[in-house]
């Protein structure tokens, strides 16, 4: 299990790229890591706001990318798709890099 901190630093060092490969407007963390209720179990929930949209493909391209980069299970959600229920709290815990 990795530290948020760590997780933060990583993504925050790798911003640049992120952008750049995957046209991304905004990244931010959310869920279990946040509320630091995570477990050797969880995965690091990640919030993606793209300038504009991008296809399914590319989309799992960032998450293999993440994957990869942070060693852990991510779970990746795309702004626009976020359920109406979940909606509000998402947005509410969400921590921005």
């Known amino acids: 299990m990795k530290k948020l901190e760590k997780i933060e630093n990583i993504i ?3 911003k640049t790229e992120l952008k750049k490969d995957f046209n991304i407007k905004r990244i931010g963390i959310f869920g279990s890591y946040i509320r630091g209720e995570q477990s ?6 990640v919030l993606v706001e793209f300038k504009e949209p991008i ?42 890099l």
Not at 68 to 89: F, Y
Request: net charge positive; glycine share 0%; aromatic share 6%.
């Open 40 to 45: 050797n179990k969880s995965d690091l929930d």
């Open 55 to 96: 296809s399914l493909l590319k989309q799992a391209a960032l998450w293999n990318y993440l994957s990869e980069l942070l060693r852990i299970k991510i779970d990746l959600v795309c702004k626009r798709k976020i359920r109406p229920e979940l909606k509000h709290n998402i947005l509410r815990e969400v921590v921005y």
């Open 12 to 14: 925050k060092e790798h």
